[in-house]
């Protein structure tokens, strides 16, 4: 799989499209081992109520918005730090 991909970056033109292709494997992987272990780890045996479980998902809702728009706006935040003068190495 890997050396698949090291061979269409070699290929690829231009290189941010094999960064963004690199990109999305890890995500959809690292997605997948998330979902996969979430759902090994749900308790088993214990039954929730309607009222809880609409509880639960209301939350989860609400995270993941909430999580979303602070991964979003990662990259802007070194825009207006550099603005500001600072140099990469002192933003990070």
């Known amino acids: 799989m ?3 991909l090291l061979n269409h970056e070699l290929t690829v033109a231009n290189p ?4 963004d292709t690199c990109y999305r ?3 959809y992987a690292m997605l997948l081992i998330t979902l ?3 759902w090994l ?3 088993a045996g214990r039954a929730t109520t309607t009222a ?5 998902w209301l939350y989860l809702t609400a ?8 991964w979003l706006q990662g990259p802007y935040v070194y825009a207006l730090y550099e603005s500001y003068g600072f140099s990469r190495s ?3």
């Not at 995270?63 to 602070?70: I, L, M, R």
């Open 90 to 92: 002192e933003i990070s």
């Open 52 to 56: 809880s479980g609409n509880l639960k």
């Open 25 to 27: 494997m890890v995500f």
């Open 36 to 38: 996969a272990l979430a």
């Open 63 to 70: 995270w993941y918005f909430g999580v979303a728009g602070d």
């Open 2 to 4: 890997f050396t698949a």
């Open 16 to 19: 941010h499209e094999a960064m």
């Open 41 to 43: 780890s749900r308790p």
